[in-house]
């Protein structure tokens, strides 16, 4: 993946605001490997939603992304960020990529191992991220129960309403690709994209809901510069909207390139769903 800045890509920013934030901060580093990694909460958030109907409001969605199951992504982190997730009790929830790193195929099962407590009335609903791949990972999650959507939809019953849930492969991006995948779908549609670059698009297509991961909210940032190794995503991370279409963007559970956070520790999101209020 190529940034902005003089042609990096994001794992050379990474290392190099790694190293900046080791040499320019007193004790960042050792605090983003040793504490701030590991300090996992949960974050609430509630979206308006385009077109949501009366008998999905309050509906609430657990969301686990990019845990980097490795070596220095362990499975006591990920363990807790499903059991922060199942102690709020969602009505569904999704997982959005990313399982394990550089496709290592050592970690997938163990990802998979750690994921498998996730359990909620209406689901649990997983894409592939760019760090996956097409055949281990999607079917190690499968013999789990979970649904893995790649350039698919399904579709569930809440409360006598429809809600379909969408997901994407990591490179499908091009709108003609995306439309069937949402060909037949309902008005009140969810869709599951690892990279919140594919917010253009869905706002394009007047997709109500997105959610993505894939960031790690910037994973570094440093106080009067930002997420820069994140600049580059149209969202990076929480709430937002463009057009008719609302975006969560999780900073994750897990780390990628050096296992350091600064100022983003991880997170598992609880999000609520209201119907958006006419203007």
Known sequence: MRTALAGMTRRDMLKGLAAAGIGAATGAGSYGYRYERHRIGVTHAALEVSGLPAAHTGLRVGFITDIHRSQTGTHEL?????????????????????????????????????????????????????????????????ARHVVVLRDSRTRVTINGDVLDIAGLRYWTHRVPDITRVLRGASPNVMLLAHTPKRLVEAAALSVPLMLSGHTHGGQIVLPGLGAIAAREFPVIAGAARRENTAVFVSRGVGTVYVPVRINCPPEVAILTLNPRALA
């Open 78 to 142: 990920v363990a807790k960020a499903v059991a922060l997730v199942m102690a709020e009790r969602p009505d569904l929830i999704v997982l959005g990529g990313d399982y394990v790193t550089n496709a290592d195929r050592r970690y997938m099962q163990p990802a998979a191992d750690a994921l498998a407590p996730l359990s909620a009335p209406h689901g649990v609903f997983a894409v592939m991220g760019n760090h996956d791949d097409d055949r281990d990972m999607p079917a190690a999650l499968a």
